[in-house]
């Protein structure tokens, strides 16, 4: 039965096509690669819903990597919570893919082959961190997504190589920490699969070494996903990477970073425990409350519009991390659905961005002048994105904010409802200022504003980017419209019901 | 001070020789100026860990884990786990071992890419070289 299979198949889909993307490229068919990988990543999303919707139906499940009972062989597990993230990544990885073809061929000439055959095998890490059920199984998938993420991102302007080079050696770093963590918990348990070490881990919860291995792990998470102050890498990463490349990953890494660390707080570890050490969990909101606050701050003195949205990313990290750590359902919520409603939105930004960079050829904010003129498709929809990001309803911003916002206040943390305030106020100065640029300068010669100059004509960047943009940015509103069902039938499953 | 000999130092040399190898690799990332001493470093810190790993498989008065089906005489004999070192740590190690390959691969093609590009492996001339 293929239904029995979707767990392998949305892995499997994009690993195996990238390696007949990257043969085909070498014996000169350059032209199959794109659509091979759009149909890679056709059955993978597909997989991925029909995943989802199994697990809504039926509840979780558990698939045996070559017919090997856990907790020996490698356990694919699939249950509210990554079923809901695995959706979204194959939906983003989709849709980038779909509206970048053009792009891809223009910013990569010859390379196409190499760009897909990299780009799925990123996909498949992605997609490996969420479904995989095994600690150390976990590892050499952050180390699949990371070092062909690398790759990606390597191939921009002259700052790319060294930037990425910086990201590779904080990477490895923080992906060195959750293998010694790992260690430390095999050490202790004898054992490498979450749901058995969630059974083991409480019978010797006392010992220090369960401790060191919860913080070194957590210490990997948070250099992976960007935490302050552990963000140095991941402005210059993605700001100067290819748009095609930094569009998948700036989505996506760190925000399946953030579903790393819940898991291994709701799972593994179990709240209890994390939650369990004095002033654990207050450090890690004010540290989340620095997050959101210096991000904004940075993205406010940046002059180039990519830039400043890598900064936004790491508030917006903040967000979920602290979110996470207020100890309370409310938060926990917030925190999950800012996961897919943050993913989505710097989707969107992202898209836009390399959108306008595509017709443009410069970011910075000079050159955006007259935009909504020339380009009103893709304007409407970052329009709608900054939106989000700020958290106007109905688009989703609104509404995983919202949560975080009651978990703050059920939790008493004034401080980080202030920062999560002061920092969503920040995004409106950020947004509207380049709508500003955007709309009204260059400022009409007689005096009167509010008029750019008339006689441009539309140039908006190649139709399969605009569509993909407008669906997406739809999608952020359909996403605000839906939250109550996701909540519902999806994250509050995900959540263990003893949480309040 | 004896049982910080015995107990802390004598049993357990193996953490202390895993983390004093990470110590060095991570000043070596910290610190030194040339790219390619920076990689050596990452490597030194990875290594570390797959030494770590090693270790904690070891048992002592335990042989290699290949089973003796047979015994000396054709009976067939129980195994025993004490016996035999864990080999599953150095099983994970063969991953880990192919991962720090990859990674130093993909480090030296983008060291490659930056030589072309500016010429030197030093960080503070490429970086002045960028802000110019």
């Known amino acids: 039965m293929l239904s029995q299979q979707y767990p392998a198949l949305i892995l499997v ?15 000169g068919r350059r032209g199959v690669a794109w659509p091979l990988s759009m149909v890679a990543l ?3 999303t597909l997989s991925a819903g029909a995943l989802l919707v199994q697990v809504v139906l039926h509840g979780p499940l558990s698939y045996r990597l070559g017919n090997w009972p856990p907790p020996m062989g490698i356990e694919y597990y699939v249950d509210h919570l990554n079923a809901l993230v695995l959706l979204l990544i194959a939906v983003v990885a989709l849709g980038n893919l779909l509206a970048n073809r053009a792009a891809i061929a223009r910013d990569y000439p010859g390379k196409e082959p190499v760009f897909c055959t990299l ?3 990123a ?4 997609m490996g961190i969420v479904v995989t059920g095994d600690a150390f199984n976990l590892y050499v998938l952050l180390e699949i997504t990371a070092l062909s993420g690398y790759s990606l991102l390597a191939m921009g302007n002259r700052r790319a190589p060294l930037a990425t080079l910086r990201y590779l050696f904080m990477g490895t770093v923080g992906a060195s920490f959750y293998l010694l963590g790992v260690g430390y918990l095999y050490i202790m348990t004898g054992s490498l699969n979450m749901l058995d070490l969630a059974r083991l881990i409480p019978v010797v919860a006392g010992s220090p070494a369960i401790t060191a291995a919860f913080v070194m792990i957590m210490a990997g998470a948070f250099v992976k ?4 102050p552990l963000h140095a890498w991941l402005p210059g990463a993605y700001s100067n990477a290819g748009n095609a490349a930094s569009s998948l990953i700036a989505p996506l890494t760190t925000k399946v970073m953030v579903y790393v660390m819940i898991r291994l707080m709701l799972t593994v570890f179990g709240t209890d425990f994390a939650w369990s050490t004095p002033g654990l969990n207050q450090t890690m909101v004010w540290l989340a409350v620095a997050a959101m606050v210096v991000g904004a701050l940075y993205a406010l003195s940046q002059r180039d519009l990519k830039k400043m949205l890598t900064f936004i990313i790491v508030s917006e990290v903040g967000y979920m991390v602290g979110g996470a750590w207020l100890g309370n359902r409310l938060g926990m919520t917030g925190s999950i659905l800012h996961i897919v409603n943050d993913a989505m939105m710097t989707f969107v930004v992202f898209l836009a961005a390399g959108s306008m960079l595509y017709r443009t050829g410069s970011g910075r ?7 909504f003129a020339k380009m009103p498709f893709t304007m409407g929809a970052f329009v709608i994105a900054g ?8 688009t989703c911003g609104f509404f995983s904010k919202w949560y975080l916002v009651l978990g703050g206040i059920q939790a008493g943390h004034w401080g980080f409802v202030a920062a999560l305030i002061l920092s969503s106020l920040i995004n409106v100065v950020l947004f509207f200022r380049i709508f500003e640029i955007a709309l009204f300068e260059p400022f009409a010669e007689d005096g009167g504003h509010g008029h750019g100059p008339a006689a441009t004509a539309i140039a908006e960047a190649p139709a399969g980017m605009v ?9 952020l509103i359909i996403l605000g419209l839906f939250t109550g069902d996701i909540v519902n039938l999806v994250i509050n499953l995900a959540i263990p019901a003893n949480l309040i | 001070m004896e049982h910080f000999l015995t107990e802390v130092l004598a049993d357990h040399y193996n953490y202390w020789a895993y983390i004093a190898l990470m110590m060095i690799g991570l000043y070596a990332m910290i610190a030194k100026n040339n790219l390619v001493k920076k990689i050596i470093g990452m490597n030194i810190f990875q290594t570390a860990i797959i030494l770590f790993y090693v270790s904690i498989g070891f048992k002592k008065n335990a042989t290699i884990p290949i089973l003796d089906a047979h015994g000396a005489h054709g009976h067939e004999v129980v195994a025993h786990a004490v016996d035999y070192i864990n080999p599953l740590p150095h099983v994970l190690m063969l991953t880990a071992i192919v991962v720090s390959v990859a990674t130093l691969g993909v480090a030296l093609a983008l060291v490659l890419k930056i030589y072309r590009e500016h010429g030197t492996l030093e960080e503070d001339d490429i970086l002045n070289q960028l802000s110019e």
Do not use: D, K, N
Request: charged fraction near 0%; hydrophobic fraction near 65%; aromatic fraction near 14%.
């Open chain 1, 42 to 44: 056709a059955v993978t």
């Open chain 1, 225 to 228: 996903m960007a935490f302050f």
């Open chain 1, 365 to 371: 904010f000079e050159s955006l002048q007259g935009l």
């Open chain 1, 387 to 394: 939106l989000s990001m700020i958290g106007v309803p109905p």
């Open chain 1, 467 to 475: 569509a993909t943009l407008l669906a997406a940015a739809a999608g």
């Open chain 1, 13 to 27: 889909a994009p690993l195996l096509v990238s390696f007949v993307v990257f043969m085909a490229g070498w014996s």
């Open chain 1, 123 to 126: 996909v498949a890490g992605h």
């Open chain 1, 119 to 121: 780009y799925l095998l």
